[in-house]
């Protein structure tokens, strides 16, 4: 594992029912780094790692309000060793039970804070980790129930790379943090608590890398098959990026694009074209996966191609919004017409049953009309 702890601690807050006060339970002073806890943090690293929707930033310029320190005031005075990782971590603790209540929320947990190296990275995590609850049966068949960390459900968390903090204090994407379906509110209450503004936006740059690539195979005449190899390749540099949690590099994604036709560089292109766009930069991979496929979804209809089929096997009339489809999948095929023979079976026994509910009308009243001749004889 190369994953290397330097200290981690674990507090927990409540809120109380009655009262709506939210309680912060120190945890111990010093926590021996395990096996466990080593396996634990490394999980946690690979699901925060694996979270599409980060945003990036930096710690506010704003000084402090009155005598309270800011988070990056008590994270200065643990890394020059002023005070220990216990009185670093117990601090931020209280930040964060002060920002809970000036909210009014009730996200409350475990709160991890983890100093920790991973590839040659340093870095600083903090998070808050919801409880589920879970089940289980002992040999008796008895159900207990118990509580557990529910790393699945991560959406409180951010990330400070604490080489480009040291190195780079006036950048603007050092600390990373999960920005999504906790919400607007939520989210605003984390980064309070961390002092942090919203820098870099990886969405924004994405979208111009992708633009850019689109414009530089355009530009050098790649086919139909090139365009298509080029937008894979991408896709695939990006998702390797993405895993390792390193950023993406346009002096790397020349190499990974470029044929022997190429001409022009693509790093060299983006320059000459002044693309707004970093040398380097975390990307937001939601973005780079529509590069080579289109997908959607709505009123029950669920359809995604391959991006070079658009044109030819998929076509779209924007006149009345229709898509025809050409070479049906074999799978989806079977489908449709073991549909339109129940269809068709189900409509021949209607009309089956039509035609006997007609006879069976016309005997009826053939009876009736033969007794109203009796009758009146």
Sequence with gaps: MSL?????????LTK????????????????AASSKI?????????????????AYGHFSAMPAQGDKARFVDIMESYLGDAQSFHQFSSQAGNLLKNELEKYNLAETGYLVVCHYEYMGGRYLLAAIIPISEHYSVDGDLHIWADQHLDTNKLQLAARIDLFDYQNNAQGNRYISFIKGRAGRKVSDFFLDFLSCE?????????????????????????DANEKQHSRKELLSY????????????????????????????FYKFCQEQSYPIE?????????????????GY???????????????????????ESITIYKIPPNLKEQLLALLATNTNQSASQSLATEHNSESSESSESSESSESSENEY
């Design 4 to 12: 290397i702890i330097s200290n981690i601690a674990l507090h927990f």
């Design 16 to 31: 109380k029912e009655e009262t709506g006060e939210v309680v912060l339970r120190l945890g111990p002073e010093n926590v």
């Design 38 to 54: 080593e396996s634990f943090v490394d999980a946690l690293h690979k699901i925060y790692n694996s979270k599409g929707s980060k």
């Design 198 to 222: 919203e820098g870099l936006n990886s969405k924004e740059q994405t979208q111009t890398l992708v633009q850019a690539v689109e414009d530089y195979v355009a530009v050098n005449q790649f």
């Design 238 to 265: 990006c998702k390797e990026q993405k895993e390792s949690a390193q950023d993406v590099s346009l002096q790397e994604i020349g190499e990974v694009i470029k044929t022997e036709e190429s001409g022009q560089d």
């Design 279 to 295: 040398e380097s930069f975390p990307h937001d991979q939601a973005v780079v996966n529509k590069v080579t496929k289109y997908a």
């Design 298 to 320: 709505g009123n029950g209809i669920s359809l995604s191609f391959e991006r070079s089929h658009f044109g030819q096997d998929v076509v779209y009339n924007p006149a009345d």
